[in-house]
């Protein structure tokens, strides 16, 4: 499983974009990367994952550059209820089969009016 | 939309007591799992199961711990003597089996051992 790291805690305002990096050096080939949202007490929840280029769905997009080594989550339009953990989380899947997750201590998203 | 579910949502116990933590998984899912987090911690994995049997634990998971499905429908995590360090959120999470990490987790069951 690949290492990564991401920012502790970042802070925005409503209304604002933001992007959350998560650094992922030693990426194997067959890795695909996720991201969980968790809000307080709450159980983490799947945001988005991708392998390579862009992904986009209704609630962020996923940027991932053609070296692999990093991406980028993207929260349009952030609002105070989109204040979470973001955690990156890479490694590969078995076809079919099940997937532990791995999580790392995240990055504290604080989005403030 | 269909949802993990699990009971209680709390728990207190005392220190070597059994419990048994309850998840009603999304009923055509393949795989389930538990994790757990202790307050201001990291989520850890401790075991996956599938076909009746688990695919994989954690250090974690050592003999205190054991997991059932014992009708189809419930997945039970269950601790024979609780230790204080044993006080965390316990999350159940299924998935459908496809080639994919987005498992759904439940609201979680807080367990607190005195």
């Known amino acids: 499983l690949a290492k990564t790291t991401q920012p502790i805690s970042m802070d925005s305002y409503e209304g604002q974009e933001v992007n959350i990096t998560c650094s992922h050096n030693?990426?194997?080939?067959?890795?695909?990367i996720t991201w969980y949202q968790q809000f307080p007490s709450q159980g983490p929840r799947f945001i988005i994952q991708?392998?390579?280029t862009k992904v986009t769905n209704e609630v962020a997009s996923l940027f991932i550059p053609a070296d692999r080594k990093s991406s980028t989550l993207s929260l349009p339009r952030v609002s105070l209820s989109d204040t979470a953990v973001y955690y990156c989380?890479?490694?590969?899947?078995?076809?079919?089969?099940?997937?532990?997750?791995?999580f790392g201590a995240g990055t504290r998203l604080a989005v403030h009016p | 939309e269909p949802e993990v579910t699990q009971t209680p949502s709390h728990q207190v116990t005392q220190m070597g007591q059994e419990v048994i933590l309850r998840c009603v998984p999304i009923?055509?899912?393949?795989?389930f799992y538990w994790y757990r987090q202790i307050l201001g911690q990291k989520v850890e994995f401790l075991v996956s199961?599938?076909?009746?049997?688990?695919?994989?634990k954690s250090e974690i998971f050592d003999d205190q711990f054991s997991v059932e499905r014992p009708d189809g429908s419930n997945f039970t995590l269950k601790i024979r003597s609780t230790k204080l360090e044993d006080s965390a959120m316990y999350f159940c999470?299924?998935?459908?089996?496809?080639?994919?990490?987005?498992?759904?987790f439940g609201p979680g069951t807080r367990l607190t051992v005195t």
């Open positions: 009923s055509n899912h393949l795989y």
């Open positions: 991708g392998y390579k």
């Open positions: 999470a299924s998935s459908p089996g496809q080639d994919s990490y987005e498992q759904y």
């Open positions: 030693n990426i194997a080939t067959n890795d695909y």
């Open positions: 989380l890479v490694g590969d899947m078995y076809p079919g089969g099940y997937n532990k997750l791995i």
């Open positions: 199961f599938y076909n009746n049997e688990i695919s994989e």
